[in-house]
């Protein structure tokens, strides 16, 4: 889409392409205003929202872990467990709960989209009310103070885009029953105007927008005004944001469904921070404060798929951005295209709460360097399917927790801690669980931070000028040569704390984790079915103190993060560092210790993917090699395929096409498979075997040998009926991925053409 002047003035984030590689995140532009000559006043700010975080990474992963992900590392667990989960409706208060017997919603009740379930307005016009006829109100004039009343019926505004309603401080316009504002999709917005105390109840607010207008702007409350109250509305099929939010906003029981971009948003602009000193220790100010999000309905937003064609990291249920102080209960936020609930950008102290999240096609809860939040007692199921196919670099959790944390510097009113806590939710189906995440790459003043202009709260200045606004800096050069957070980071000590967004005081406890890998549609992510706490990012950056190792450790051992009593079913992996999963056993153990006090039902993940290990959809990525044939073949020991090797000469081998193979680590791992010999055909040599061939991060043997960078397992196919073969293997200290081989070698004659069938692949973490 084309940027206004405005915006190209104030810049736009540099792509972190210049850094190579894959993984890519979209450059993201800072909001100015929206004009337009009107025939009627236009909003006298048209605020945009910043176009943020799609969230692949912001820098590209390594080389070899990106090869990784293009060949299906860690792909959808190859066991499934044995019977679909049973709804959460039979399940409350069945486990779990161990903090202070929270139950999550069984069922949505904020249904308020289906027919006849939003409260019907007065029949009759309240004392001294303005009384505005249905038909064509172009000429009616709302320019007065007071309560207007909306007649029943079909309510326009006129033909020009830029006919609206002007709010004054004050004014209540409420809706009889059947009572609807259709913009029939000529004007632009239905509320505008930079004003306070307004409410709007009891309307149908529709068709606001000509078809993919109203980029980063909203159709009710279009200027974020404060202390605004939307209640009982329906808010539809309009184009942008049905509805912003500004200071002391309450949003409750709407019908926010359909529009074109966001059922929500908001955007005010940045306060540039206050000098800090003892009556003013944090610098950074909010932009919005003290809003309640509350018993909404949001449902089937970004109908424009502006992702499509801008991937621009902006669109979903809702985005919250640069407040402080919210509440979000209650809500039931299903079927959007994109993220459910998304809070971007310095956010601080939010209370999510008894919210109903399901079926969205992104990331269900999304908390992005911003800090003090609970998450309780909500409910998530089905979340991320869509995004974690599409394989974008990123896990598609129910909840993203991306370089957020709690920090005791910081308010926590709402919220009630000072930490990041997740406790007494019930997560079913999604597509991975909780991940903790953070970029090295990504802190104030470094172009790999797509909120480029913004700083933390802790540095002054918090909003960062660009030396020449017509001419960006691009990564890997800072955003300013002038700021702080280049000129001071190398040698003062607490800039380096306070100039990034960090990963820390995060507490996942108490919640459920449901996981049916026959029903999660995995494909060839390398998330899918995870638990993840890690970090990422490329050493690439010269004038930067961080290091990609020391943020990884930061986040895995030094920053405060706990998973704990919690309780998993299904096959769950847990993704550490760069992103490589271990078993639960791996991660209760040393040097992990996380989950004390959680159960697991004991389903086992595979680090091979499904195709591959059970030949049950395709070959997988089964490929000869050197004197070999293969093929799926039609039978099988569990199910209906196997894979039929044939050694065709003396020296022979297959292997799985995805080198440097599947991400790994140095626990001792269990391999197991089913083979049998194929009647009729030549006997196997005795040294047919399996080769896990062991590699480092850089692709080479992690042995430093490729002699002995290998576990070997022989197949032992001499009987022509199935048999089983397990071993325990121990990868060497700098494992980082494992490559599997068929292999087998012989001098005779006698085994030319032999032929076996292989089934039912799994390696594993070993049992404790």
């Known amino acids: 889409m084309t940027r206004t002047a405005a915006m190209r003035a104030r810049g736009r984030s540099a792509a972190v392409g210049a850094a190579g590689g894959a993984g890519e995140r979209s450059p993201s532009c800072v909001p100015g205003p929206r004009r337009g000559a009107a025939r009627r006043p236009a909003p006298q700010q048209g605020n945009r929202v910043l176009n943020m975080s799609l969230h692949r990474l912001t820098v590209p992963r390594p080389a070899w872990l990106a090869a990784l992900a293009v060949a299906a590392a860690l792909a959808a667990p190859s066991i499934a467990s044995a019977a679909a989960p049973a709804p959460a409706s039979a399940r409350i208060g069945a486990q779990g709960q161990a903090h202070a017997g929270l139950l999550w919603p069984a069922d949505p009740t904020a249904r308020y ?12 016009a309240p004392d001294q009310a303005y ?6 109100n172009s000429d009616f004039d709302f320019a007065r103070d007071g309560t207007f009343w909306f007649a029943p019926g079909e309510h326009t505004l006129g033909e020009h885009i830029y006919d609206q309603i002007i709010a004054r401080p004050g004014n209540r316009y409420i809706g009889a029953p059947g009572a609807i504002l259709d913009g029939k999709n000529k004007n632009l917005y239905a509320f505008t105007g930079d004003v306070a105390n307004v409410q709007i109840r009891h309307l149908t607010i529709r068709n606001f927008g000509r078809g993919r207008d109203n980029f980063d702007q909203g159709v009710v409350n279009h200027d974020a005004g ?15 944001a049905g509805v912003f939010l500004g200071s002391g906003n309450r949003v409750r029981r709407n019908c926010l469904k359909n529009n074109g971009q966001y059922g929500f948003s908001m955007y005010r602009p940045p306060l540039q921070s206050l000098p800090p000193g003892a009556q003013n220790p944090v610098p950074g100010r909010s932009a919005i404060v003290d809003i309640v999000l509350e018993d909404n309905e949001i449902a089937g937003n970004n109908t424009d798929d502006w992702e499509s064609s801008m991937r621009c990291g902006c669109t979903g249920g809702g985005k919250f951005w640069d407040v402080r102080g919210a509440v979000v209960r209650g809500n ?3 079927h959007n295209r994109g993220t459910g609930l998304w809070a971007d950008t310095n956010n601080i102290d939010f209370l999510f709460e008894n919210n109903f999240v399901r079926d969205n096609d992104g990331v269900g809860l999304w908390y992005e360097i911003s800090y003090n939040a609970t998450i309780r007692a909500n409910t998530f199921i089905n979340n991320g399917w869509v995004s974690g196919n599409a394989d974008r670099g990123s896990p598609a959790p129910a909840i993203y927790l991306s370089e957020s944390g709690g920090d005791a510097r910081l308010p926590s009113a709402v919220s009630g801690s000072d930490k990041l806590l997740i406790h007494d939710n019930y997560f079913e189906n999604n597509f991975s669980g909780v991940s903790i995440y953070e970029n090295a790459n990504r802190f104030c003043n470094s172009n790999g931070n797509t909120s480029s202009v913004y700083c933390t709260p802790f540095v002054h200045p918090a909003l960062i000028a660009r030396p020449d606004p017509d001419h960006p800096s691009v990564y890997p050069a800072p955003v300013s040569d002038q700021h702080p957070c280049y000129t001071g980071i190398g040698s003062d000590a607490t800039l380096r704390r306070d100039c990034r967004w960090r990963a820390q005081n995060i507490e996942v406890t108490g919640n459920e984790f ?3 890998p026959a029903v999660v549609p995995c494909g060839l992510s390398s998330y899918c079915g995870a638990q993840a706490l890690y970090a990422t990012g490329v050493d690439n950056i010269a004038w930067s103190p961080y290091t990609v190792k020391q943020v990884q450790d930061d986040v895995m051992f030094h920053n405060g993060n706990r998973f704990a009593n919690n309780h998993y079913y299904g096959p769950w992996r847990f993704a550490k560092r760069y992103g490589e999963a271990i078993g639960f056993s791996a991660w209760q153990a040393a040097p992990y210790l996380q989950d004390a006090g959680s159960t697991t039902d004991g389903a086992p993940f595979n680090l091979i993917d499904a195709p591959t290990a059970t030949l049950e959809e395709s070959i997988g990525l089964w490929t ?3 004197g070999s ?8 020991h569990s199910g209906a395929h196997s894979l039929q090797v044939v050694a065709e000469g003396g020296y022979w081998g297959a292997t799985v096409a995805n080198h440097p193979g599947y991400l790994a680590d140095n626990g001792a791992k269990r391999v197991s498979f089913w083979v049998r010999h194929v009647a009729g055909t030549a006997p196997l040599p005795a040294n047919a075997r399996l080769r896990l061939r062991w590699l480092k991060e850089d692709r080479t043997p992690a042995t430093g040998d490729e002699d002995t960078s290998f576990s070997d397992v022989f197949l032992n196919a001499g009987s022509d009926d199935w048999t089983a073969v397990s071993a325990l293997v121990q990868p060497p200290a700098l494992t ?3 490559w599997v081989q068929l292999i087998g070698s012989t001098d005779s004659s006698g085994h030319e053409n032999a032929s076996f069938l292989l089934d039912d692949l799994v390696l594993e973490d070993a049992p404790h």
Not at 117 to 123: E, T, V, Y
Not at 131 to 136: E, L, Q, S
Not at 228 to 238: H, L, P, S, T
């Open 113 to 124: 989209c289906e027919p006849g379930a939003l409260a019907p307005g007065p029949a009759q």
């Open 131 to 136: 009384i505005v006829p249905a038909g064509d």
């Open 226 to 240: 404060a202390d605004w109250v939307v209640e009982d509305n329906a808010i539809v099929d309009n184009d942008g």
């Open 332 to 334: 039931y936020v299903h």
């Open 514 to 516: 449901y996981f049916d």
């Open 624 to 626: 000869p090699w050197y």
């Open 629 to 636: 044939a293969v093929q799926r073949a039609d039978v099988g």
């Open 736 to 738: 980082a991925s494992v």
